[in-house]
């Protein structure tokens, strides 16, 4: 689900890796392409180009606005995938702290996240709960550095047996897609909201170290940003996940 399109920095990115330039400790997993993309935005402010640095930093952290479109597409129980939206959102902007707000838009045009329910989201050809697919990158086509980001959220609105889902478990798939948004990769444990889902027992809320390893990535990118200055480059990520959530 990984695209990495190969430049001259990718040489850079692994050197980076191997002499480890991780500036802190995550108790919770972080996914590949985030730590990548991290990477990334390190080298490059090593490297003093700060200004492509920080747009990297940015297109992490994202917000304080991020706009989202729903596409209710073949859902019946429309009132609980309005509660499994709002119950997501609000999980995470108190997980954070309220340094990111989710703000609905009438438009895809409007959004950076767009979210599109149905009742039989597969991915591969097998039943999953949902899956996201991100991607950040910064254009330079305007002789500034501009952050880009924008995902792509698929939640199924039915269990493998066609019932449709409880708000409670569409609410664990958005807040488990949204952990992966901001950089969470998935665990094995259930119980946890970047575990499988637990149709008799979704997960209301990211746990002390899942909140703990997003808010140590924001820190590092906002660090990045506060460096800010001048140079040129580009390079685009993508990330996504199976989520292959067993019921
Ligand atoms: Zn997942």
């Given at each position: 689900?990984r695209?990495?399109?190969?430049t001259?920095t990718t ?5 980076s ?9 995550v ?9 990548e993309?991290?990477?990334?935005a ?7 180009n700060d200004n ?10 994202m ?19 309005d ?5 997501a ?10 340094q ?11 959004a950076e996240?767009?979210v ?7 991915l591969?050809?097998?039943?999953v709960?949902?899956?996201i697919n ?9 002789g ?10 698929k ?14 478990a569409m609410?664990h798939?958005?807040?488990?897609e949204l952990?992966?948004?901001f ?10 909201l ?5 149709l008799r027992?979704?997960?209301?809320k990211?746990?002390e ?17 506060a460096k ?8 685009f ?5 199976s989520c292959?959530?067993?019921?």
């Amino acid at each position: 689900m990984r695209l990495h399109r190969l430049t001259s920095t990718t040489l850079l990115v692994a050197l980076s890796v191997a002499t480890g330039f991780a500036t802190y400790k995550v108790r919770a997993a972080v996914h590949p392409s985030v730590s990548e993309h991290l990477d990334t935005a390190r080298v490059q402010s090593q490297l003093g180009n700060d200004n492509e640095a920080g747009g990297y930093a940015q297109s992490m952290l994202m917000g304080p606005k991020i706009h989202v479109h729903l596409n209710y597409g073949d859902a019946v129980q429309l009132e609980d995938c309005d509660r499994a939206v709002a119950g997501a959102f609000d999980m995470w902007e108190t997980a954070l702290g309220h340094q990111i707000h989710f703000e609905l838009v009438d438009t895809p045009k409007e959004a950076e996240v767009e979210v599109t329910f149905g009742k039989n989201v597969k991915l591969k050809g097998q039943i999953v709960s949902g899956y996201i697919n991100w991607s950040r990158s910064i254009s330079t086509t305007t002789g500034e550095v501009k952050p880009l980001f924008s995902a792509d959220v698929k939640l199924r609105t039915t269990d493998p047996k066609g019932r449709p889902l409880s708000f409670e478990a569409m609410r664990h798939t958005f807040g488990h897609e949204l952990g992966h948004m901001f950089g969470l990769d998935d665990v094995k444990q259930i119980g946890k909201l970047m575990g499988p889902l637990d149709l008799r027992r979704p997960v209301s809320k990211p746990d002390e170290s899942e909140i703990e390893t997003v808010l140590a990535i924001r820190d590092e990118c906002k660090s990045i940003i506060a460096k800010r200055g001048k140079g040129t480059h580009a390079q685009f990520f993508s990330g996504g996940c199976s989520c292959h959530h067993d019921h």
